[in-house]
């Protein structure tokens, strides 16, 4: 049996808040704002890798998000085949640890909520740096 790299859609989003559908990865106006900060300093052309890698950094950090309520209303939205690429399936493996970790059952619902709040602390955490001013420092910053 085959496991598909995107997953099921369960909903509608709720008025912009918490995109609980995982089929499509949508973000805030902030973190719209950061990405186009981050874009300038670093280089990186997409979106999508930007998210990738503050999806990764927020998931290195043991302690949960301080933020569990994001609205995401702004006009940056991509589908999961394009935020997670060809490693859809190590992306989902690695939220639905995090719920779990987090003590959250990794239902879709609980795994957005992850993916939203863990995406949107990592662009925070790579927006918030000073030592970032190209694609060597982000990964000097983020690669231990």
């Not at 300038?40 to 949960?64: F, H, M, Y």
């Not at 987090?102 to 993916?115: H, I, K, M, V």
């Amino acid at each position: 049996m085959t496991r598909r790299s995107q997953p099921r859609s369960n909903a509608a989003t709720d008025g912009g808040r918490l995109g609980m559908s995982l089929d499509t990865v949508r973000l805030s106006q902030p973190a719209k704002d950061q990405l186009i900060k981050l874009k300038r300093v670093t280089g990186i052309k997409n979106w999508n890798v930007l998210c990738r890698w503050a999806l990764a950094v927020s998931l290195q950090d043991e302690t949960p998000p301080l933020v569990r309520d994001v609205v995401t209303d702004s006009n940056i939205e991509m589908s999961w085949r394009t935020f997670a690429g060809a490693y859809g399936d190590i992306y989902m493996a690695l939220i639905r640890s995090r719920c779990l970790r987090d003590g959250s059952e990794p239902t879709e619902e609980a795994c957005g909520r992850t993916l939203v709040t863990h995406l949107h602390r990592g662009i925070g955490y790579l927006a918030g740096r000073r030592d970032l001013n190209s694609v060597d420092d982000l990964m000097k910053a983020v690669v231990p």
